[in-house]
Nanobody
Framework: QVQLVESGGGLVQPGGSLRLSCAASGSIVSINTMGWYRQAPGKERELVASIASGGSTNYVDAVKGRFTISRDNAKNTVALQMNSLKPEDTAVYYC?????????????????WGQGTQVTVSS
């Protein structure tokens, strides 16, 4: 059984910073891509940033230059440093991992999600 547990988030004023963290645990063999998605009210969930096991990163245009994603492969963690936050960054942020895990029948490839953490940018 695999779990992704997020921490961070909260209320911040425009221009402020927040750091989100996510730790994956359980019967993990290896993690390919880790990333962060967000979903604002009335909108579809969108990819914010992702990072491959080798360290290559991908960002949505709206956050380039403001957000930085990083990961610790040894600890199965991923973090999102968010600077210069704007009201339009307000959303529920979800951690995601594409990974291989042990199951009773052998190995399983799957996508796992955290429970979501609220980020609100408002004065």
């Amino acid at each position: 059984q695999v779990q992704l547990v997020e921490s961070g988030g909260g209320l911040v004023q425009p221009g402020g910073s927040l750091r989100l963290s996510c730790a994956a645990s359980g019967s993990i063999v290896s993690i390919n891509t880790m990333g962060w998605y967000r979903q604002a009210p009335g909108k579809e969930r969108e990819l914010v940033a992702s990072i491959a096991s080798g360290g290559s990163t991908n960002y949505v245009d709206a956050v380039k230059g403001r957000f930085t994603i990083s990961r610790d492969n040894a600890k199965n963690t991923v973090a999102l440093q968010m600077n210069s936050l704007k009201p339009e960054d307000t959303a529920v942020y979800y951690c995601h991992a594409a990974l291989i895990s042990f199951i009773a029948a052998g190995l399983e490839v799957g996508d796992y999600w955290g429970q979501g953490t609220q980020v609100t940018v408002s004065s």
